[in-house]
């Protein structure tokens, strides 16, 4: 077989296998299955959040044709090579060794390829950090091998939530699909609220990850990390811990219940706790929230600090035309005298 022919069959198979691909996404894509994994599918879940649709966008319109872009000139430029300077197309060999034009360019080009991406990369970032006004917050903390949610705006304390076992997901009536997602107490929050949630673990290094919304964040032991989301739509989404975590890494579910408002407040009554703060330190975003992720904020301690500072007695003024008095001391006596 000559040199022409096999590329021309290198070519076709190309070919042949991008095609494949393109039908099998567009197959998926008239399949979706919103908040969970899909069969055979090739992209990204669905967004449910508006961090996940602008991580989408980068992905899809900035990674994935620039990624395409240098593999296809790599491509061709192999199979020119291959073709063009082989022994029997190119039986003289070349004297020289390289030529500054090409480099110039194969330096320069990525440079300014990688600064294009770092653009919208920076601004996804920033999306990322710049988190709205909370209006609730909810505390994850990983454990070997379950996580623990905490809900300290609504007084929630804290609750386990476990993978449900793969024996009671038929008898729930719940596809064989959803073992290792679904949890048994899941996260439950009002659709269309910006949430906080707050990252920790006690043992190990956990991560809380949730496609659908675009979360991914490290749980460390001692401490404490934020991320924040906001869903657009109703409905169930799942995740998993997603850093190797020990032998039952892979039975650390995630779970989030994205209900109405009305659902949300019956849910909250259900776990002993108030849409209504007591203090306004308890509202959302308050110091009850910091006080759960361990950084109470300023206003409490000066408060305490207040509180802890001694009485002090008021400074006599003397009256104009009689004579001055003494003023009093500027602190009582820590025990009084004993009666003589």
């Known amino acids: 077989m000559g040199m022409g022919t096999r590329a021309r069959a290198f070519i076709g198979g190309g070919i042949t296998a991008l095609g494949l691909a393109v039908f099998s996404a567009t197959s998926a894509l008239a399949r979706p299955l919103v908040g969970q994994p899909t069969d055979g599918a090739l992209g990204l879940q669905p967004s449910a959040s508006p961090l996940k649709v602008e991580a ?58 990688l600064v294009g991406i770092s653009l919208f990369s920076f601004r996804l970032l920033f999306a990322y950090h710049d988190m709205p006004t909370p209006d609730l917050t909810v ?56 949430v906080r949630v707050l990252v920790t673990a006690t043992d190990v290094i956990h991560a809380f990850a949730l496609p659908a919304f675009g979360l991914k964040v490290d749980a460390i032991p001692g401490r404490v990390n934020e991320t924040w989301f906001r869903a657009d739509r ?68 000066a408060d305490a600090a207040a509180a802890a500072a001694p009485t002090t007695a008021t400074t006599a003024v003397p009256t104009v035309g009689a004579p001055a008095q003494p003023a009093a001391p500027a602190t009582a006596p820590a025990v009084a005298p004993a009666a003589q």
């Open 139 to 194: 505390k994850a903390t990983g454990n070997q091998w379950n996580w623990a949610y905490e809900y300290p705006d609504q007084g929630i304390g804290e609750y386990i939530s476990n993978m449900i076992p793969e024996d009671e997901i038929a008898a729930r009536g719940m596809p064989h699909s959803l073992y290792r997602l679904a949890a048994d107490e899941p996260i439950v929050v009002p659709v269309g609220k910006t």
């Open 234 to 301: 109703t409905g169930v989404f799942y995740g998993q811990c997603s850093e190797l975590c020990g032998v039952d890494h892979a039975f650390m579910p995630i779970q989030i219940n994205v209900v109405t408002e009305a659902e949300f407040a019956a849910w909250v009554a259900s776990k002993g706790g108030s849409m209504t703060p007591r203090t306004a330190e308890q509202a959302p975003g308050g110091t009850a929230a910091q006080a759960a992720a361990g950084t109470t904020g300023a206003p409490v301690a």
């Open 56 to 113: 989408t966008f980068f992905h899809d319109v900035i990674l994935m044709p620039v990624i395409t872009g240098i593999t296809l000139l790599v491509l061709g430029l192999l199979v020119w090579i291959v073709i063009r300077y082989n022994k029997k197309s190119n039986p003289v060999p070349a004297k020289w060794s390289h030529n500054t034009l090409v480099e110039i360019v194969w330096t320069v080009l990525p440079v300014l390829i």
